[in-house]
């Protein structure tokens, strides 16, 4: 996730959307970070490795990208 993250920041892409699997696997802070847009500037490992109380992280980052 961290080589994801980089390449998004190398991009100059300025916001991430999180993407969670939604099964009952989840904890509650990956259901409440669901389709949330956040900084790509967040570290968002950190994050999950202080939040998450998942078996592991199943989650998936996309860059947000919009086209005017």
């Known amino acids: 996730m961290n080589e994801e993250l980089e390449k998004i920041k190398e991009l100059k892409i300025k916001n991430i959307k ?36 998942c078996d592991y992280y199943r ?3 996309l860059a947000d990208i919009k086209i005017e």
């Open 59 to 61: 989650g998936r980052l």
């Open 18 to 53: 999180v993407l969670n699997v939604g099964d009952a696997r989840d904890c509650d802070w990956c259901i409440s970070m669901d389709k949330k847009t956040i900084s790509a500037d967040t570290d968002y490992v950190a994050l999950i490795n202080q939040n998450c109380t």
